[in-house]
């Protein structure tokens, strides 16, 4: 075997190691996945909501008192895609449920905004 041919089988195999050890590391950093996430029925919370003072979009502050039927809050973030994605299909539940949805925006500056929908 000449020269050329082991500098060939030795980078071949170099790669082939390389490979190994990725393909263990992504192995091992695979996401463990519980079955059991998400298939319990939600915990049903039977204590008064406290008051609650918050800032609308308009500047004006108003407070929360506790509802008087389901009211579903929801918290989000300005900064995050799937928060935004949901956003429009959570605030148009009222109109086929009986439930009140508050939605509470956190931005970067650390300040609430809310949007109040109710039927």
Same mark, same amino acid.
């Given at each position: 075997?000449?020269? $050329? ?15 190994? !050890? ?9 996401? +463990? $996945? ?10 049903? !919370? ?24 389901? $009211?579903?809050?929801? !918290? ?25 949805? !508050?939605?509470?925006?956190?931005? +970067? ?11």
């Amino acid at each position: 075997m000449n020269r $050329t041919a082991r500098w060939v089988l030795a980078i071949a195999a170099l790669q082939a190691a390389l490979v190994g !050890v990725y393909w263990l590391i992504e192995h091992q950093r695979a996401p +463990k $996945t519980d079955e059991s996430l998400g298939t319990e029925p939600p915990q049903r !919370v039977d204590m008064p909501m406290p008051s609650l003072t918050v800032a609308r979009r308009d500047g004006t502050r108003s407070e929360l008192l506790s509802p008087q039927r389901r $009211t579903l809050v929801h !918290v989000w973030a300005t900064w995050c895609p799937p928060c935004r994605a949901e956003l429009p299909g959570l605030l148009a539940m009222p109109s086929h449920h009986s439930v009140d949805v !508050v939605a509470v925006a956190l931005d +970067k500056a650390g300040t609430t905004s809310t949007g109040f929908s109710a039927t």
